[in-house]
């Protein structure tokens, strides 16, 4: 294991690197699922911001010169294999893709707060709340049939349809046909 990840070693083999660079995603991605996806991608999945973190970094030291150039682009070529490889399992692979992307969690069923959720979620009434009004869409809970929020850390709202009355007169003052739509 020492020679493998040149951990006895003070430079680096492009092997070494690239054996370095799945260990550091399969840790990091590992840390994630950990934290909860919310906290930590924002408008992303898990996996996308930990290739954009660790190609950042693992590139950068190509630029400024502190690696060695192919060994380094060996290594990023590995965590974009990585990715590719884990995306390509979760949609061949339906089973996978909550663990790979992550899950949703519902928050709000036909109007009722699911408390489990949000606690699962890390989140509290008045985030619910708070996106709630950023929809647009609702004010009140009674007005959501489902809340969740997506493993992109987005929340989304679906509103309980309101049915809509019209009003059809048959003669001019003497008799009007309420019609109610669902």
């Known amino acids: 294991m020492d020679s493998l990840l040149g951990l006895d070693t003070s430079s680096l083999s492009g092997v070494q690197m690239c054996m370095r660079a799945i260990v550091v995603y399969a840790v990091s991605w590992l840390m994630v699922r950990v934290v909860g996806d919310r906290r930590f991608a924002g408008k992303y999945s898990a996996i996308d911001t930990i290739l954009s973190i660790t190609l950042g970094a693992t590139l950068s030291r190509a630029i400024n010169g502190s690696a060695d150039l192919f060994s380094t ?64 869409s609702v004010t009140d809970l009674e007005q959501v049939e489902l809340a969740k929020l997506e493993p992109s850390g987005n929340i989304s709202i679906i509103s309980r349809s309101s049915p809509q009355v019209i009003e059809v007169p048959v003669e001019n003052n003497v008799k009007t046909v309420r019609i109610l739509m669902s």
């Open 73 to 136: 682009l060996a290594a990023g070529v590995t965590l974009v294999g990585m990715h590719w490889l884990l995306s390509a399992l979760a949609f061949h692979l339906p089973r996978l893709e909550p663990w790979v992307k992550g899950r949703s969690h519902t928050l709000v069923q036909n109007g009722e707060i699911n408390r489990k959720g949000l606690q699962i979620s890390h989140l509290t009434e008045q985030d619910l709340k708070v996106a709630m009004r950023s929809s647009g």
